[in-house]
């Protein structure tokens, strides 16, 4: 069973920069997608950034350009680094898992995973 633990969520000003953590654990095998994905309050949760066992990345239009997913040598945690925040970028964070490399469809791919509970990011202006 992979549990997720989210972390590094709070409260930032608009232009700020944060950065997100998920740490697995339980991971029994080396193939594995992990991405990032937020809910907003009213809204639908929708994909950020997703990375897998083989280092390919993938970022929603949303993220491109301000937010970098990455993750340490030993491949147990996976960070996102937000820059440039806006108050648009408000909401929960979640970490997502699933046991296959990552696909062009990651977003939807991750869905039926293993998920964490989430941190909350809170962009204010």
């Known amino acids: 069973q992979v549990q997720l633990v989210e972390s590094g969520g709070g409260s930032v000003q608009s232009g700020g920069s944060r950065r997100l953590s998920c740490a697995a654990s339980?991971?029994?095998?080396?193939?594995?997608?992990m991405g990032w994905f937020r809910q907003a309050p009213g809204s639908e949760r929708e994909g950020v950034a997703s990375?897998?066992?083989?280092?390919?990345?993938r970022y929603a239009d949303s993220a491109k350009g301000r937010f970098t997913i990455s993750q340490d040598n030993t491949k147990e945690t996976v960070y996102l680094q937000m820059n440039s925040l806006k108050p648009e970028d408000t909401g929960t964070y979640y970490c997502?898992?699933?046991?296959?490399?990552?696909?062009?469809?990651?977003?939807?791919?991750?869905?039926?995973?293993?998920w964490g509970l989430g941190t909350q990011v809170t962009v204010s202006t």
């Open positions: 997502a898992f699933v046991y296959a490399y990552c696909s062009d469809s990651w977003s939807t791919q991750l869905r039926p995973g293993y």
């Open positions: 990375i897998d066992s083989v280092g390919r990345i």
């Open positions: 339980g991971v029994t095998y080396s193939r594995y997608c």
